[in-house]
């Protein structure tokens, strides 16, 4: 699943008239960047929830078929922030784990390593994690022993990036639509694999943000 539904705002004015994950990045819109991975993967279904003028990302994608995946939506009438949006989205994406996608964040990180690495049985999920950025100095979570943990130290910056089951989410108790990963991911500390990635990652969540990600780009061509 790729979580395409926010708002954006620390990206205005770029995301007034432009969801954020059609905001280009070298030309190319933010969100392609994570389909090329997937598809390349071996990935073939692929969901997005939509928001925030989410009829531009359906127009701009359509069915897939330009990276040989098939892509279903997932409307919601407001954003129901990262959990709220999944659940939602449940009965498109069954009963198997999911890999799960920030849509505003640019990694080189090679899907397959996960694929072909399936969870545990009795594993809820597993998540990415990367060292700290600038805009994230205290970090997320720690590592212990290859599991989430919420007092190990030192701690790390979530990437975005997540392997689930669908029980996490059905399990999860909560008397709201609207809720985020980071409570669901708290409740299943010490449940949960986590993995230290130290490739190229970025959080395009500001206009600075992706400038800086565009300048690197071009330095490394």
Known sequence: MLLAAGFGRRMRPLTDF???????????PLIEYALERLAAAGVTRIVINLAHLGEQIRDHLGGGEQWGVQIQYSPENEPLETAGGITKAL???????????????????DFADWIQNPLPENCPGRLL?????????????GIENGLLSGTTKPRYTFAG?????????????????????????????????????????????????????????????
């Open 18 to 28: 432009t969801p954020k994950p059609l905001i280009p990045v070298l030309g190319k």
């Open 91 to 109: 009965p498109l994406l069954g009963s198997e784990p999911f890999l799960v996608v920030n849509g505003d964040v640019w990694c080189d990180f």
């Open 129 to 141: 994690m990367v060292p700290n950025p600038p805009h994230n100095p205290e970090g997320d979570f």
């Open 161 to 221: 990036i997540s392997w689930l089951r669908p029980e996490i989410l059905t399990a999860y108790p909560k008397a709201r639509d609207r809720y985020g990963l980071g409570e669901v991911f708290t409740h299943n500390e010490d449940l949960m694999q986590a993995e230290l990635f130290r490739g190229d990652w970025c959080d395009v969540g500001t206009p600075e943000r992706l400038n800086n990600l565009e300048e690197r780009l071009r330095s490394e061509d």
